[in-house]
């Protein structure tokens, strides 16, 4: 069998949640036969990584998506247009990855993709929503600023209206939060989960820290994407402090690439808050905190740092937005507690401060939901029924 997978993350180390479900897909799909990958990264990847791609089996094309989109409208009219080029053919691309029909199967990570190479001419197309860009969009303009919402809103309403036309043209869909199977044009589609990245077995769990130790609360996250950066701000900004007066001893370790210079200026100036930045070992970070924090204001699908956290063993405090997906498998209460607001995330963490047991129940409790729901077994048999779906048959 023949694949063609499509996606906007490319088939590198697997250090961000989007990366590693193109990691984990693609090691399943190679299973099931030879695969091309056709790649659109904002912009043109460091000549070792685009090696080490090209070392893999298959046959790789990649194109940055700044090309594309100022190629398409020019800078300015890209601006006005509001990203309208992300769902909109682009011609010298579906040039390069030419006719479709010598594959059997087409994947795209994500919808957008799919409409730049428009694979809608293929009659067996899977598209992995993962999180459904029009919620994103909605939770982006309910927390952005007055002109900012203006750009969002534009971004919105093309959004809308893509999903909601081509959505139904496509032979089958995967989301990775069960309830977005309520949108138009999902009814049909089935769930591949967002699981734990772990290559070679979840973690040994680790004790919590002894009374001895600075109690931790931990954020770990790519640092330069806005739903996370945003979000510690927030943390930040209407209840650290507050936190921090109930708890004096009590600090927050932010850890994860991509932080800035000014993301480091702006976090260390509150008291207790060391922003960390990248480790090679995140099971250290994880050893040294009581408990995590996922303050999301904005995003779809289902959130990795809180699976990642609970396969750690450690409970996480988490927003509204962060628990989306989690209600039936990781219940607020008893396998993480939930804010609905950001500055009411202050309640939960001094719980789990003036209780440890209840930080060391709930942080086993989480674990075993990992165990029995979020497993590579439990992902790749979700690509195959998927692949079966759409090809007719089972697909071993």
Not at 60 to 78: C, D, K, L, R, W
Not at 177 to 198: E, K, W
């Amino acid at each position: 069998m023949r694949i063609l997978f499509v996606s906007p993350n490319l088939d590198t180390r697997p250090s961000s949640g989007g990366v590693q479900r193109t990691v984990l897909m693609l090691d399943q799909l190679r299973r099931m036969g030879g695969v091309d990958c056709f790649f659109l990264p904002p912009e043109n990847p460091q000549q070792a990584i685009l090696d080490e791609i090209h070392a893999k089996s298959g046959k790789h094309f990649i194109v940055p998506t700044s090309q594309i989109s100022n190629a398409s409208n020019g800078v300015v009219t890209a601006w006005l247009n509001a990203g309208r080029w992300r769902w909109e053919p682009f011609s010298p691309a579906n040039k390069q990855v030419g006719d479709l029909s010598r594959y059997d199967l087409v994947v795209s990570r994500y919808l957008s993709p799919a409409c730049i190479l428009n694979l809608f001419r293929h009659p067996r197309l899977l598209i992995d929503v993962d999180d459904y860009d029009p919620d994103r969009l909605r939770q982006r303009i309910s927390t952005a600023g007055w002109f900012k919402r203006l750009t969002l809103k534009r971004c919105l309403r093309y959004s809308e209206e893509a999903h909601r036309n081509l959505l139904p043209r496509t032979a089958h869909c995967w989301v990775s939060n069960p309830s977005d199977c309520r949108h138009p044009g999902l009814s049909r589609a089935t769930v591949l989960p967002n699981i734990p990245y772990f290559p070679h077995g979840l973690p040994e769990l680790s004790p919590l820290p002894s009374a001895s130790h600075p109690l931790v609360f931990l954020i770990v996250g790519t640092l330069s994407y806005s739903a996370n950066s945003d979000g510690i701000d927030a943390f930040l900004r209407v209840a650290w402090l507050s936190l921090r007066a109930q708890a004096p001893n009590v600090e927050l370790h932010i850890v994860g690439q991509g932080m800035s210079v000014s993301q480091r200026k702006r976090w260390s100036s509150f008291p207790g808050v060391k922003p960390i930045g990248f480790v090679e070992s995140l099971a250290e970070s994880y050893a040294r905190c009581t408990a995590t924090l996922a303050p999301i204001l904005a995003g779809g699908g289902t959130n990795i740092k809180v699976l990642e956290s609970s396969a750690y063993g450690r409970p996480c405090v988490v927003s509204r937005v962060a628990h989306r997906g989690f209600e039936q498998t990781l219940p607020d209460g008893e396998a993480c507690l939930k804010a609905e607001r950001i500055s009411e995330m202050v309640r939960p963490c001094l719980r789990l401060i003036r209780d440890p047991d209840l930080a060391l129940r709930m942080g086993t409790a989480a674990r075993h939901a990992i165990e029995h729901h979020y497993t590579t077994d439990k992902f790749n048999a979700a690509v195959r029924d998927g692949c079966g779906i759409t090809l007719g048959k089972r697909v071993l």
